[in-house]
C-alpha cells in the first residue's frame, strides 16, 4: 500500500492547515463579537436606557416636534397681534375721519 503512505502525509499537511484557518477565523469571530457587543451598548446603553442611542434619538425627535410647535404658535401670536394692530390702525382712521367732519 504506497499510495496510502503518500496520502497520509498530505492529508495531515492538509489537516494542519485547515486548523489553522480555522484558528483564524475564530480569532476575527471572536473580534466581530466584541464589536458587536459594543455596538449593541451603544444602542441600547448598555444596562442603562436613558444613555442608549435609540431613547437619545427619540429625545432629538421630541424636541424638533416641540420646536415646530412653537414656530406654529409664534406664528399663529404674531398673525393675532398683526390683525389687532390693524385692527386699531383702522379704528385710529375711522375716528380721525369723524373728527374732521
Given at each position: 500500500?504506497?499510495?496510502?503512505?503518500e496520502?497520509?502525509?498530505?492529508?495531515?499537511?492538509?489537516?494542519?492547515?485547515?486548523?489553522?484557518?480555522?484558528?483564524?477565523?475564530?480569532?476575527?469571530?471572536?473580534g466581530?463579537?466584541?464589536?458587536?457587543?459594543?455596538?449593541?451598548?451603544?444602542?441600547?446603553?448598555?444596562?442603562?436606557?436613558?444613555?442608549?442611542?435609540?431613547?437619545?434619538?427619540?429625545?432629538?425627535?421630541?424636541?424638533?416636534?416641540?420646536?415646530?410647535?412653537?414656530?406654529?404658535?409664534?406664528w399663529?401670536?404674531?398673525?393675532?397681534?398683526?390683525?389687532?394692530?390693524?385692527?386699531?390702525?383702522?379704528?385710529?382712521?375711522?375716528?380721525?375721519?369723524?373728527?374732521?367732519?
Amino acid at each position: 500500500m504506497p499510495e496510502c503512505d503518500e496520502i497520509r502525509p498530505e492529508c495531515a499537511r492538509t489537516f494542519k492547515e485547515l486548523c489553522v484557518t480555522l484558528g483564524r477565523v475564530d480569532e476575527r469571530m471572536q473580534g466581530m463579537d466584541e464589536k458587536l457587543d459594543r455596538l449593541n451598548g451603544a444602542v441600547l446603553g448598555n444596562g442603562k436606557p436613558e444613555r442608549g442611542l435609540i431613547v437619545r434619538i427619540d429625545r432629538v425627535e421630541q424636541a424638533a416636534a416641540m420646536n415646530a410647535s412653537r414656530r406654529m404658535s409664534t406664528w399663529a401670536i404674531f398673525g393675532i397681534l398683526s390683525a389687532f394692530a390693524v385692527s386699531i390702525a383702522a379704528l385710529v382712521v375711522s375716528i380721525v375721519e369723524l373728527t374732521k367732519g
